[in-house]
């Protein structure tokens, strides 16, 4: 599990780059301020959490169970959140509307947030 823990966060890092990349570069000329700051934050918060599954594979204290759960958690909610905000930002470049996945944002962000809870409870509950 550690190897799939691990081979994700370094998949989600390596898209973010190239994601980021692709919004200052390939986008700016065809979105507002405001739609390359939203895009963005989709980068942002999809590197902050490749990171933490990095740290997660790494960590020999949670057990296996526990640890699967937490990188489900986080891997969902990375796709939830950051892939949703990639869509909604931009939105006015193709013919779909991707508004009708609004909702799938903050479901996102809410599994994010669970992710470092149970993250933070599974590791400090571990005595050794």
Same mark, same amino acid.
């Given at each position: 599990?550690?190897?799939?823990?691990?081979?994700?966060?370094?998949?989600?890092?390596?898209?973010?780059?190239?994601?980021?990349?692709?919004?200052?570069?390939?986008?700016?000329?065809?979105?507002?301020?405001?739609?390359?700051?939203?895009?963005?934050?989709?980068?942002?918060?999809?590197?902050?959490?490749?990171?933490?599954?990095?740290?997660?594979?790494?960590?020999? /204290? %949670?057990?296996?169970?526990?640890?699967? #759960?937490?990188?489900?958690?986080?891997?969902? !909610?990375?796709? &939830? $959140?950051?892939?949703?905000?990639?869509?909604?930002?931009?939105?006015?470049?193709?013919?779909?509307?991707? /508004? %009708?996945?609004?909702?799938?944002?903050? #479901?996102?962000?809410?599994?994010?947030?669970? !992710?470092?809870? &149970? $993250?933070?409870?599974?590791?400090?509950?571990?005595?050794?």
């Amino acid at each position: 599990m550690n190897k799939t823990i691990f081979c994700t966060g370094i998949l989600f890092g390596a898209l973010s780059i190239v994601f980021g990349a692709f919004g200052a570069h390939g986008l700016k000329n065809l979105l507002d301020s405001t739609e390359i700051a939203t895009f963005n934050t989709g980068v942002t918060y999809q590197m902050y959490h490749a990171l933490v599954l990095l740290i997660l594979g790494g960590v020999s /204290k %949670i057990p296996e169970k526990e640890k699967k #759960v937490v990188y489900w958690i986080f891997t969902l !909610g990375i796709v &939830l $959140f950051s892939f949703s905000i990639y869509l909604l930002a931009t939105n006015s470049l193709t013919s779909i509307n991707f /508004k %009708i996945i609004a909702f799938s944002t903050p #479901v996102g962000g809410l599994l994010l947030v669970c !992710g470092w809870i &149970l $993250f933070g409870y599974h590791y400090l509950k571990e005595k050794n």
